[in-house]
């Protein structure tokens, strides 16, 4: 048989459907922009969420659970229930194989931003991503005693640019208890690159500035009748009494075990440090379950969607019954008739999924700022998962597959039809 | 005589899981070029007797031979090539495939059977040209030939399934109340064209209808029950 006569039959029956036929693209297309959208939103949560620290061996802070630990140092969520001493972190850079310690204080905010007071060596050694280092996207990092460095999501969305004046607010959270430190303005000296972690809402100050601003504070209130101002906090002795938590990075990785045993036996106070990777994994477990929802999602966005392909096709049958057995009375064999609707189906599914694909891409770049900015959330688009080139598969073979059941049920009609289709 | 086109003999058929036979007949013959109109009460199983005379059933048993060949001997694929080799068939309506042209639906047998191709190209014609012919035939012009079949009225739509039939010339057109769709006036002179190119083309033509007022211009009349041993029988029980 012609085969180029049947593709032109295929082609010209198709466009006479042209409308049904573009609804049933359609709506594979969204299944298949659901599906790979919902499984790449989950593989960059996911990501975005480990990528929150790297390249720190442990993390020290008061005893504690370790998903608080990690909850409250890194994703600034929370506040610990108790601080370390000063000296404890000056003992802990003694340790030995100990390379590093990036001291944190936090418990202060900025309009319900956390602030976060620590040392020139956060820059230094802080890593987020892939052993990403921090860069200024403006600026410098702070020098001067009332100097904040900002991240980037906090500039963004208060709109705040190098050198205007803020003042930070005692406690977190968005509600001010009528306690600020508005007496002691900070001036902005930098803002830093955007990073996908908590980072980026974060306002950095030295742990002097974050000592300055406590200097007339007695347990969490301003001592009455004490006031002293910006200037005169300069001349008082800043160094900090205690910080909540200490990055600590060690020499050699290997050693990461004894330096742990030596920080959770530490004779002078009760300290517990962790590994971020581990705390990371326990944390994940705890809200991983909405991402096994959004798993659970995809698969019967599949299903449906796959179900709805069917239905599209098989619907179409009917309305193409009275065509079928037109073409067996002039000749064309049962086979031809079912090469015609398989083909049909796997063009179709083809082309569904090839839409979707460009409509993720269109919506990504349109969308990623936008859930940069909200979410701090990036989606990868050029990167593919395997799950995801699984899930394509799928979706191919199903939809050829629900296009091949309408085919073999208009093969067995038209035997059955014989030459004159009962409807 | 002329040559037996069409030969049944004994034929018996049962749908699927019915007790009953919805047909049994001793004999029925067709010769070459014969026009014969078959008649009967709706439900007799008139559309049964042809798509056995098609070869798109077979009997349980007794046989059906079209051009000598009898279809139970043939295997599936082999019938649809001699199905489309030998008959023209014509429904009662919605023949043609709606996104083509009417000259594109008269060519569609002489593109899945090369034996009706080189018939049609026998008549030292170029295809379309044969096309053309056979709707001039059945008194469309040229104009029409290129219209989708979908912009046709139901009458012009008849003929160009009749003209489908007719193209490369087969032995037997096989037509399933052609005219029941149409009014009187239409009818007959679609009846008329009809006849005239069933006998241009040399082909026999098996017409059923259960219109009575026709009969008389067929060569020969068949009332299915009369013939039916099955329809009897059930009159009788």
């Given at each position: 048989m012609n085969a180029g006569f049947l593709l032109g039959l295929a082609w010209r029956s198709a466009w006479n459907r042209r409308f049904t036929l573009a609804l049933t693209v359609c709506s594979i297309a969204l299944s298949t922009f659901m599906l790979l959208g919902v499984e790449r939103v989950r593989t960059d949560l996911r990501s975005s969420f480990s990528s929150a620290v790297s390249g720190t061996d442990l993390i020290v802070g008061a005893r504690t659970g370790s998903v608080q630990l990690l909850l409250y140092s890194v994703f600034h969520v929370g506040a610990a229930t108790n601080n370390i001493r000063w000296s404890s972190v000056e003992a802990l850079e003694k340790l030995r194989g100990v390379a590093w310690v990036v001291p944190l204080s936090l418990g202060d905010s900025h309009r319900g931003y956390p602030v976060l007071g620590t040392t020139a060596a956060y820059f230094e050694h802080f890593r987020y991503g892939e052993q990403q280092p921090l860069a200024l996207r403006e600026g410098q990092r702070f020098?001067?005693?009332y100097d904040v460095v900002i991240g980037a999501e906090l500039a963004d969305k208060l709109g705040y640019r190098l050198g205007q004046r803020i003042t930070l607010a005692h406690g977190?959270?968005?509600?001010?208890?009528?306690?600020?430190?508005?007496?002691k303005p900070f001036t902005i000296s930098g803002i830093l690159a955007r990073t996908g972690t908590p980072v980026d809402r974060t306002a950095h100050i030295s742990l002097e500035a974050m000592q300055a601003i406590h200097v007339d504070w007695v347990a969490g209130a301003p001592l009455p009748g004490m006031k002293i101002d910006a200037d005169a906090a300069?001349?008082?002795?800043?160094?900090?009494?205690?910080?909540t938590a200490a990055l600590v990075g060690l020499h050699n990785r290997a050693a990461v075990f004894s330096v742990q045993r030596q920080v959770n036996r530490f004779g002078d106070e009760a300290l517990m440090s962790i590994l971020p990777g581990v705390a990371l994994d326990e944390l994940w477990d705890v809200v991983g379950t909405g991402e096994k929802a959004l798993l659970l999602m995809s698969g019967l966005v599949a299903l449906v969607s796959m179900a709805g392909l069917m239905s599209v096709i098989l619907a179409g049958l009917n309305e193409r019954r009275r065509e079928l057995a037109v073409l067996r009375t002039v000749g064309a064999g049962p086979w031809q008739v079912l090469a015609l609707l398989a083909l049909e189906g796997s063009v179709l599914t083809l082309a569904g999924i090839g839409a979707g694909i460009l409509a993720l891409l269109a919506c990504g770049l349109a969308l990623n700022p936008w859930l940069q900015a909200s979410f701090g959330l990036t989606l990868h688009l050029g990167q593919t998962t395997a799950l995801q080139w699984l899930l394509l598969a799928g979706l191919l073979v199903a939809g050829w597959l629900a296009s091949l059941l309408p085919a073999w049920r208009a093969y067995r009609l038209s035997l059955a039809d014989g030459l004159s289709p009962r409807i | 005589m002329a040559a037996r086109l069409l030969d049944v003999q004994d034929l018996r058929f049962a749908w699927p899981g019915s007790a009953q036979d919805c047909l049994d007949i001793a004999a029925l013959q067709v010769a070459a070029g014969e026009t014969v109109f078959l008649h009967g009460p709706s439900g007799c199983g008139k559309s049964t007797l042809l798509s056995l005379l098609a070869g798109v059933l077979l009997p349980q048993s007794g046989r059906v031979a079209l051009d000598g060949v009898?279809?139970?001997?043939?295997g599936a694929s082999a019938r649809d090539r001699h199905r489309v080799d030998h008959v023209g068939y014509i429904f009662q309506q919605f023949n043609l495939l709606p996104y083509l042209s009417a000259l594109d639906n008269v060519l569609l047998p002489c593109r899945f059977s090369p034996r009706r191709r080189d018939a049609a190209a026998r008549s030292a014609r170029s295809l379309r040209a044969e096309g053309q012919h056979w709707l001039s035939g059945m008194g469309l012009d040229a104009a029409v030939a290129d219209k989708p079949a979908h912009m046709l009225s139901v009458g012009q739509q008849q003929r160009v399934a009749a003209a489908r039939a007719l193209i490369g010339q087969p032995g037997l057109v096989v037509a399933d109340e052609p005219t029941s769709a149409l009014d009187e006036d239409r009818r007959d002179v679609f009846l008329d064209l009809l006849l005239s190119a069933c006998a241009e083309a040399g082909s026999a033509l098996v017409f059923v209808s259960h219109?009575?007022?026709?009969?008389?211009?067929?060569?020969r009349q068949v009332s299915l029950p009369q013939i039916n041993r099955a329809a009897r029988g059930l009159e009788t029980a």
């Open positions: 020098s001067d005693l977190t959270g968005e509600i001010q208890l009528g306690a600020d430190h508005s007496d300069r001349a008082k002795d800043l160094t900090p009494r205690s910080v | 009898h279809w139970g001997d043939l219109d009575r007022r026709i009969a008389p211009r067929f060569g």
